[in-house]
């Protein structure tokens, strides 16, 4: 839907002068690279998983405290408590470095987008704002690839990031 300037409240010569310094802004914004906003996008998600996975382990050992959280706390309905903490724990470790690197980003998106489906429904409900903001992140980077600055980039693994 689009409104006329003419249609407006604002005397003309107002109207038109905002309208052009919209219009200016937005073209500002166009400039910002994608490959920014791909890494960005990438990294902070990928933050929030490894400080997560970093809380579930100590050294190379799985804590204690982990499966006695994933068997009273997280419950999931389908898959038994000690297996969810060991496939949780590993991905939490292993999908948000490939983020991190660009490596196979889309796959690594897609697996922490799942986790946070499964958070959201299962584990917390109620915390869907920053489940969203996760998702949202790791959306942008399944549906447009991972940007120049990655590795998927350096060794061509994803067309789209020609076109970034």
Same mark, same amino acid.
């Given at each position: ?16 002068? &905002? +309208?052009? $310094? ?15 906003? *791909? ?10 998983? +490894? @400080?997560?996975?970093?809380?579930? $382990? ?10 006695? !959280? ?5 419950? &999931?309905?389908?898959?038994?408590? *000690?297996?969810?903490? $060991?496939? *949780?724990? !590993?991905?939490?470790? /292993?999908?948000? /470095? ?18 946070? /489906?499964?958070? @959201? ?6 915390? +869907?704002?920053?489940?969203? !903001?996760? *998702?949202?992140? &790791?959306? &942008?980077? !399944? ?22």
């Amino acid at each position: 839907m689009t409104v006329s300037i003419e249609r407006t409240n604002l005397p003309a010569g107002v109207a038109t002068r &905002l +309208w052009h $310094v919209i219009r200016r802004a937005n073209g500002l914004a166009d400039r910002i690279p994608y490959d920014l906003v *791909a890494l960005g996008a990438r990294v902070f998600p990928a933050a929030v998983f +490894w @400080q997560s996975a970093r809380t579930k $382990v100590e050294g190379f050992t799985i804590k204690d405290s982990t499966f006695f !959280l994933f068997e009273h706390v997280y419950a &999931l309905p389908v898959i038994p408590p *000690a297996a969810a903490a $060991v496939l *949780a724990t !590993l991905a939490e470790h /292993v999908l948000p /470095v490939l983020l991190v690197l660009g490596l196979f980003s889309r796959f690594g998106a897609l697996g922490l987008l799942v986790m946070t /489906v499964v958070i @959201q429904v299962f584990v917390f409900p109620g915390a +869907w704002v920053t489940h969203g !903001l996760w *998702a949202a992140s &790791l959306l &942008l980077v !399944l549906a447009r690839g991972p940007g120049r600055l990655s590795l998927d980039h350096v060794l061509n693994l994803d067309p789209g990031t020609r076109r970034a």
